[in-house]
């Protein structure tokens, strides 16, 4: 083949490979992100329904939810991939959910 054809395909080919490269690279990264918020969702859930099942009162409910939550961030290595508030939250929008379907005391 010629050289010049070669330099034009390389320097068309490039920047398109180089897109399609990124595009791939943020849509594992978007789909990562996901995943690990729909199990944080899962892991609230869980962890509200066993605090549901124990007498303790409310803030030590909900004390214990997050440890139980934490502990499954760490067991998963995702430590560090949520803070202590955005638990919290997500241990409350559980409890909300959870009263709204009539499973909470």
Do not use: C
């Amino acid at each position: 083949m010629d050289t010049n054809l070669l330099t034009a395909l390389a320097t068309i080919l490039t920047p398109f490979l180089a897109y399609v490269s990124h595009s791939a690279v943020q849509f594992l990264k978007t789909k990562t992100k996901n995943g690990n918020l729909q199990m944080l969702l899962t892991w609230a859930d869980q962890a509200v329904s066993m605090a549901e099942s124990t007498t303790l009162a409310g803030p030590d409910k909900k004390a214990q939810a997050m440890q139980l939550v934490t502990s499954r961030l760490v067991a998963n290595k995702l430590t560090g991939k949520f803070s202590q508030e955005q638990v919290g939250a997500v241990v409350e929008q559980a409890v909300v959910r959870l009263n709204a379907i009539g499973t909470t005391k």
